[in-house]
């Protein structure tokens, strides 16, 4: 079903040249850059900030803090799973062919793409990600939007998908990992508090900090005193009071 304008009339065409126009522009070293960054290295990039953003979530000072800290964290990469697996119906619904297979003089920097345009996977899992992690971390979750953009910006500069296809990636990502938070929460959160209260896998959900010199914590993050609690009165100590 072709249910997107193709024609070099529609604004989103024009876009896409003035975007890819800039690729063939570029000195190779850049174009090759752009193509790593924006085929796997973006991607890659989120990953390793949704692992720093959990390494630091799991520090909060109770359990029930970090708990659903973590699993707001958790809940990035699932979004991302599910806005790419919604996104399968979308593509075969559409059908709308890479802007390469239609429009002659653009400067494609990654050969082999026969799949669908509409909507980009990429842009869809960057968003996801980054909204996601919006939901744990707001300072986290900024840097992750920032990256996804880029990631969209990329993908039409590859000249492997129009303006809108990443526009649509976006929204997809956006709304699942959005809306959908409450209900991940909800289901999310008694796990990683279950998981947090067991043994060597409970450093995943969280640190323990404070443990050592100044005290242990408790199963919910309480603080544990050193100090042992006040003998019990001896016999004569009881008769003088009396």
Not at 45 to 72: E, F, H, N, P, Y
Not at 129 to 146: D, E, S
Not at 176 to 199: D, E, F, I, N
């Amino acid at each position: 079903m072709a249910g997107l304008d193709t024609t070099g009339s529609n604004p989103d065409v024009s876009l896409l040249y003035d975007i890819n126009g800039l690729a063939e522009d570029s000195p190779g070293w850049l174009a090759k850059a752009m193509e790593f960054v924006g085929e796997y290295g973006l991607l890659l990039a989120l990953v390793l900030l949704v692992i720093w953003c959990w390494w630091g979530q799991r520090k909060r000072g109770t359990l029930d803090d970090a708990a659903s800290s973590v699993a707001a964290v958790v809940w990035a990469p699932l979004a991302a799973g599910i806005a790419v697996l919604v996104n399968v119906p979308i593509r075969g619904f559409v059908e709308r062919p890479r802007p390469f297979k239609v429009h002659d003089g653009l400067e494609v920097l990654i050969a082999g793409k026969t799949d669908f345009s509409f909507v980009s996977d990429h842009a869809t899992l960057a968003m996801a990600l980054g909204a996601g992690l919006f939901v744990a971390n707001r300072k986290f979750g900024l840097v992750g939007i920032a990256l996804a953009l880029f990631e969209g910006f990329c993908r039409v500069f590859m000249g492997v998908h129009y303006p809108t296809d990443v526009v649509g990636g976006f929204a997809l990502g956006t709304a699942v990992a959005l809306l959908l938070s409450p209900l991940a929460m909800a289901l999310l959160t008694p796990v990683a508090k279950a998981v947090g209260r067991t043994g060597a896998g409970g450093r995943l959900v969280w640190a323990k900090p404070g443990l050592g010199a100044e005290g242990s914590q408790g199963a919910e993050g309480e603080a544990v005193s050193e100090l042992a609690p006040p003998a019990a009165a001896g016999p004569d100590e009881r008769d003088l009071a009396a």
